[in-house]
């Protein structure tokens, strides 16, 4: 017996884009969404309440973009790495 994977649509490939693989990818997402929340300093409450996830195809394959969208996500995240850790956190589990 010989296996010979399929790398296209219809399999391997199909399974990379599938509305199946978009869900898990969003479920890490917003396991990581909240663990950057339950970590994201508090002044006005904006950069807490700015977290948003994003599933799309990107290549060959569903992905999930976490993402902050406040003005001064970016001071933050040198400050305080919230994002940073959060990555670190996901890629650990």
């Not at 898990?24 to 508090?42: D, E, F, H």
Request: aromatic residues 6%.
């Amino acid at each position: 017996m010989r296996y010979e994977p399929d790398h296209g649509l219809k399999g391997i490939g199909g399974l990379l884009v599938s509305d199946d693989m978009g869900d898990a990818m969003r479920t890490v997402a917003q396991a990581g969404m909240a663990l950057a929340i339950s970590n994201s300093p508090v002044e006005s409450g904006e950069y807490k309440a700015s977290f948003d996830i994003d599933v799309e195809v990107q290549g060959d394959r569903k992905t999930a973009i976490l993402a902050n969208t406040s003005d001064h996500a970016f001071a933050v995240e040198l400050r305080d790495h919230v994002l940073g850790r959060t990555v670190d956190w996901i890629e650990r589990a």
